[in-house]
């Protein structure tokens, strides 16, 4: 500490110039920040976001966020989301522990000066029981801890990157009821299950009386979603194949009743309204997050440990991501990690005497077409039994719009390199939509697997996935819209073996690090556009 002390009234320029930053940005005294960086350095922190500005870290002020200017060895693109620093308060104001390019090299014969942590007594483990951790806090990790915490056990929710960081904030946000997957004209059992779905979080979203989550800060892009025919005859065929399932749960809308994008189209592309929500990911994730109390911590998942007690409780041993070390134990772990659920899986089946739940992936290479469009919602059919196109839009603050696009053109993409699937985009848009100027827009993809319980011959679950490994639980969703069945799954086991409701104990876990909210895909750092 004297060390850090004298070194930094060494290098007064630069510390004053960082603090003065830091602490406008922080809205607190410099002499606040500085007593509060020097009591604290060296210390890891985690980079949260990367801009033009600086690189965004958790803040040595609790609660708050520092942007530290005068980090800029990285390109353009920056260093990735959760890249660990160590910040100096002193000279080396500028060095990094945890770099992903790998050391580098001293030219030979040279003295390598980098700094280096001293070697400080080891953290205290902080050590905490809970009825429950839940491990993941995207969609299902959220609305499990919402759930298990309002039937009254008591919940603590490990996330490693931020809120929503997988699968969720990178979904279309459309709560299927299910006539996506009956586009071949039988409504088969996955259909079914998921019909009752879109009633569930239409009863939260208007936080009606008796629901289950007041999702009422959730934000509803569109009440409904829009199926177009694209194609020639054959498409036209298969939607007509489709269309008594399509008739029996869609409305067909006239043409002056068609939203903007499809109004041009001739009259003979049916254009039916189907009554499933669209919502925004990012407000639905901040609505959850309102619900899972505080303890919810941003851990380092490299250090995750998980293992059985000598009374059968889950133990999970990890650091958060300043280091500090925790143990805790809970009757039940909840594993909702999603594709990270496979990591985690691993390590415990050496130390279970039960077998652990396995899970796939189906990848997915997703485009994001940006420019002067009119907002849509809508499924195209074509000839498959999958959606041709599936697209979705938001609005950027400058007023331009942002087409999120999936279905069969994400799912045939992932073979396709990023320029390749870039001009896939723009066929089918054109395509689908020839009455509409797509000529003049930006471009961007974005690879990303489903991560699912695993089927025999590798297709989507029909229904979440739910499986027991002693005092674990993993779940899988294989929808977003399926997050309140998954919750519903967890408490009726956590009743079914009597898992008692008791308060926390231990110690306080106050200091440990919160995980913020993930960005859109359209607005992560270091996005590029084409
Ligand atoms: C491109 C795309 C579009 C989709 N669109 C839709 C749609 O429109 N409608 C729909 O119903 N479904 C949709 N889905 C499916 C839906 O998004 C997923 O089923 C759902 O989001 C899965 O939620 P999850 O919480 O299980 O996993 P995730 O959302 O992936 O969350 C897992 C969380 O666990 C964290 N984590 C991972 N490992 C660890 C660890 N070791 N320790 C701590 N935390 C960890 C991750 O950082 C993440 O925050 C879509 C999926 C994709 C990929």
Same mark, same amino acid.
């Given at each position: ?21 830091? !602490? ?14 020097? /009591? ?16 965004? #870290? ?5 609660? !708050? ?15 990735? $989301?959760?890249?660990? @620093?160590?910040?100096? +308060?002193?000279?080396?104001?500028? /060095?990094? #522990? ?5 050391? =580098? ?41 919402? =759930? ?5 056990? /008591? ?81 036209? @065929? ?35 309204? +189907? ?59 909840? %594993? ?7 990591? +985690? ?23 994001? &077409? =940006? ?14 039994? +999958? ?42 848009? *054109?395509?689908? %939509? ?34 027991? !490994? ?27 073996? $009597? #898992?008692? *409701? ?15 909210? &993930? ?10 556009? =084409?």
């Amino acid at each position: 500490m004297r060390q850090a002390r004298a070194a930094a009234v060494k290098a007064p320029k630069s510390l004053v110039r960082m603090t003065s930053i830091a !602490a406008i940005l922080l809205n607190v005294s410099r002499r606040t920040l500085i007593r509060s960086l020097l /009591s604290t350095a060296p210390r890891v922190y985690s980079i949260r976001r990367y801009t033009e500005r600086g690189i965004q #870290v958790d803040s040595p002020v609790p609660g !708050a966020q520092a942007t530290l200017e005068q980090y800029t060895p990285y390109g353009p693109d920056g260093p990735p $989301n959760g890249t660990k @620093l160590a910040i100096f +308060v002193d000279s080396a104001l500028k /060095s990094a #522990v945890s770099d992903p390019r790998g050391p =580098r090299r001293q030219p030979r014969g040279s003295v390598d000066k980098r700094p280096r942590l001293p070697n400080h007594a080891p953290m205290p483990t902080l050590r905490a029981r809970f009825d429950v951790v839940v491990i993941g806090a995207g969609v299902a990790g959220l609305w499990t801890a919402a =759930r298990l915490r309002a039937q009254g056990w /008591s919940v603590a929710l490990l996330e490693a990157r931020a809120l929503g960081s997988g699968q969720t904030i990178a979904s279309q946000g459309i709560i299927h009821g299910g006539v996506k997957y009956a586009l071949t004209g039988k409504a088969g059992r996955a259909s079914a299950m998921i019909a009752p779905m879109p009633e569930v979080w239409r009863a939260c979203l208007e936080n009606r009386p008796g629901c289950e989550i007041d999702l009422s800060a959730a934000k509803v892009l569109s009440e409904h979603q829009w199926i177009w025919t694209a194609g020639g005859v054959g498409a036209r @065929l298969a939607g007509a194949a489709a269309s008594k399932v399509i008739r029996a749960r869609a409305e067909r809308v006239d043409a002056d009743d068609r939203p903007a994008a499809l109004r041009a189209a001739p009259r003979s592309v049916g254009v039916h309204r +189907v009554p499933e929500p669209v919502l925004d990911p990012a407000t639905l994730v901040e609505a959850l997050s309102r619900h899972v109390g505080e303890h919810v911590f941003l851990i380092d998942e490299s250090t995750l440990e998980p293992g059985i007690g000598d009374g059968g409780e889950a133990v999970i041993e990890v650091k958060d991501t300043a280091g500090a070390p925790v143990e805790l134990r809970a009757s039940r772990c909840v %594993l909702c990690a999603g594709a990270g659920a496979e990591a +985690v899986l691993a390590r415990l089946a050496g130390r279970i005497e039960h077998q652990t739940p396995t899970m796939q992936r189906r990848p997915l290479h997703m485009l994001l &077409a =940006r420019g002067d469009l009119p907002d849509l919602w809508a499924h195209c059919v074509g000839m498959s039994a +999958v959606p041709r196109l599936t697209i979705t839009s938001q609005r950027e603050p400058d007023g331009r719009a942002v087409w999120y696009i999936g279905g069969g053109v994400a799912e045939t993409g992932v073979e396709r390199d990023e320029q390749a699937q870039i001009e896939a985009g723009r066929a089918a848009l *054109r395509d689908a %939509l020839p009455w509409l100027d797509t000529s003049r827009l930006e471009w961007s993809a974005l690879r990303i697997d489903r991560a699912e319980g695993r089927t025999p011959d590798g297709s989507r679950p029909d229904e979440p996935v739910v499986g027991d !490994a002693g005092a674990f639980i993993a779940c899988w969703p294989t929808k977003l819209a399926f997050a309140p069945a998954v919750a519903r799954e967890v408490a009726a086991r956590l009743e079914h073996d $009597n #898992v008692p *409701r008791r308060a926390h104990e231990g110690d306080a876990l106050d200091a440990l690090q919160r995980p913020g909210v &993930a960005p859109l895909p359209w607005r992560e750092a270091g996005r590029t556009w =084409r």
